[in-house]
């Protein structure tokens, strides 16, 4: 390894409305007084101010200016790369990229990085000596998918079926995200008798299941409302008649083995059906393992949901599938992400030795091969 410094080049997202950032000013000091360069490029999405990072020392470069970068720095961002992009990538990239689970087109999007003798060292699967991740957005967004979760079952109670839940964008912090999803809880509550709506978790004891039940408790809905299940509680194998009978289902887990399904249109089907919110917090859409296989699409904040369809019996129900949802409050959950991810980043000048990026790009190659 060459004992000059390690360039991160902080590369501006394109996902719409994605407002989240992979370093923050925080961690780009840290960075920095650690003996690392730093650029930041220029971004129309970003939560952070570009000012806040120019503050701490980095360098600041146009948006989009990492295509035509030096080869030695690193290129580092959270979200996937434009679909519609296809030059080969020559720089090692630190990113989310979503092609290690058969994901539909990840052999597109893997073959960029051999095409371009690049690497890839994906954020989901940097993981320490115990197999755990280093970092992840899981607690925000757990936390984020109970706040849609929420707004669609009051929205439900103050309107009719002909409308779906409108967008919903960025929130400047958590409080201003609870206090707005409190005024519209109060509203339903006055339309219904003050019955606060049953929810259901599915991955209670993880990170995101634990930011769900804390956005519940944190907008009013009573301990006694909030169904608390993990492994244990699921092992019996569904369908679950109980989702059916809560009215807000979240689903926290993701499956990499085929199981029966949580739930299904045959079990929804029925009168005295109660659900009528699912968010599937996971959103991996084109999971053939996916445990709740009633939708077909992914979501977006321009149109948090999508009605499922097919069914002929009781009240509409709706899936919100957004797979960003951490997005709609970037600043706390960058800063959450950021910091538990800066050890790693510190060990960054002996990757080649460093287990978790050795790890991570064992992983790569070992994907690679199957293309």
């Known amino acids: 390894?060459?004992?000059?410094?390690?360039?991160?080049?902080?590369?501006?997202?394109?996902?719409?409305?994605?407002?989240?950032?992979?370093l923050t000013p925080t961690?780009?000091?840290?960075?920095?007084?650690?003996?690392?360069?730093?650029y930041v490029e220029k971004s129309s999405q970003s939560t952070f101010?570009?000012?806040?990072?120019?503050?701490?020392?980095?360098?600041?470069?146009p948006e989009g200016s990492w295509v035509d970068a030096p080869k030695e720095r690193i290129i580092f961002g959270l979200k996937e790369l434009p679909e519609t992009d296809t030059f080969p990538?020559?720089?090692?990239?630190?990113?989310?990229?979503?092609?290690?689970?058969?994901?539909?087109?990840?052999?597109?999007?893997?073959?960029?990085?051999?095409?371009?003798?690049?690497?890839?060292?994906?954020?989901?699967?940097?993981?320490?000596?115990?197999?755990?991740?280093?970092?992840?957005?899981?607690f925000y967004a757990g936390f984020a998918g109970a706040a849609i979760g929420v707004l669609d079952w009051s929205f439900k109670q103050l309107n009719d079926d002909s409308k779906n839940l409108p967008g919903v964008t960025p929130y400047p912090n958590e409080n201003e995200l609870i206090d707005y999803v409190k005024s519209q809880l109060s509203k339903a509550l006055e339309k219904n008798g003050g019955k606060y709506p049953t929810t259901l978790v599915i991955g209670a004891l993880g990170r995101c299941g634990s930011g769900a039940?804390?956005?519940?408790?944190?907008?009013?809905?009573?301990?006694?409302?909030?169904a608390k299940w993990d492994i244990q509680e699921t092992s019996k194998g569904g369908p679950f008649k109980e989702i059916v009978d809560t009215n807000i289902f979240i689903n926290c887990i993701y499956l990499s083995a085929k199981i029966p399904p949580?739930?299904?249109?045959?079990?929804?089907?029925?009168?005295?059906?109660?659900?009528?919110?699912?968010?599937?917090?996971?959103?991996?859409?084109?999971?053939?393992?996916?445990?709740?296989?009633?939708?077909?699409?992914?979501?977006?904040?321009?149109?948090?949901?999508?009605?499922?369809?097919?069914?002929?019996?009781?009240?509409?129900?709706?899936?919100?599938?957004?797979d960003h949802l951490p997005s709609?409050?970037?600043?706390?959950?960058?800063?959450?992400?950021?910091?538990?991810?800066?050890?790693?980043?510190?060990?960054?000048?002996?990757?080649?030795?460093?287990?978790?990026?050795v790890r991570a790009k064992q992983l790569f190659e070992k994907n690679v091969e199957r293309l």
């Open 1 to 22: 390894m060459s004992t000059n410094p390690v360039i991160l080049h902080l590369r501006a997202e394109t996902k719409p409305l994605e407002a989240r950032a992979a």
């Open 27 to 38: 961690t780009t000091k840290q960075l920095i007084d650690a003996g690392f360069k730093v």
């Open 49 to 61: 101010n570009i000012d806040e990072y120019e503050k701490v020392g980095a360098e600041i470069v």
């Open 89 to 138: 990538l020559i720089h090692e990239h630190i990113q989310f990229a979503h092609c290690y689970k058969n994901q539909n087109g990840w052999e597109k999007v893997l073959k960029r990085f051999p095409d371009g003798k690049g690497t890839l060292y994906d954020l989901e699967f940097l993981e320490n000596e115990q197999g755990r991740r280093v970092a992840a957005f899981g």
């Open 213 to 226: 039940i804390s956005f519940f408790k944190k907008v009013g809905i009573p301990d006694s409302n909030i």
């Open 262 to 322: 949580f739930i299904n249109l045959e079990t929804l089907n029925v009168d005295d059906r109660k659900l009528t919110t699912i968010v599937d917090v996971s959103a991996d859409t084109t999971n053939p393992n996916n445990p709740i296989p009633v939708y077909d699409i992914a979501t977006t904040f321009d149109s948090p949901t999508v009605e499922v369809s097919g069914l002929t019996k009781g009240p509409k129900l709706s899936v919100c599938s957004i």
């Open 328 to 357: 709609l409050l970037p600043r706390e959950a960058s800063e959450s992400f950021s910091k538990d991810l800066i050890p790693s980043l510190l060990q960054l000048p002996e990757r080649d030795t460093a287990s978790v990026w």
